[in-house]
């Protein structure tokens, strides 16, 4: 997926790696967390989600469920959250360049 994703070209990837880094120090500071687990308490902090689901590959990638329960994100960080991606992601990319091309969906 990495090969097609534009979100792994250049200049995006620095982008979202500059992202994550900003990302993992309000969760640090804020939380004594890690990205990954503010990452997977957003998702499932979000009023139309009821789980997050994660591509984990082996059973270690699964570790840091047991640092998601037990607080949630309030109002204040994920607007600080929103702020920060705003500030690093200049133009975001969706799941939109999945989707097949236009003559090929009609």
Known sequence: MRKTDPKF???RFQNYL????????????????????LALRWVIDRADTTVALWGARRPDQLAP????????IDRPAI???????????????????????AELAA
Not at 18 to 30: G, I, N, R, S, W
Not at 65 to 72: H, L, S
């Open 9 to 11: 070209r250049a200049p």
């Open 18 to 37: 500059h992202a994550v880094e900003k990302l993992e120090k309000f969760a640090h500071d804020t939380y004594g967390k890690h990205v990954i687990h």
């Open 65 to 72: 469920i047991g640092e998601v329960m037990g607080w949630k």
């Open 79 to 101: 607007l600080a959250i929103d702020r920060i991606l705003a500030e690093t992601i200049q133009s975001p990319v969706g799941p939109e360049f999945m989707a097949p091309p």
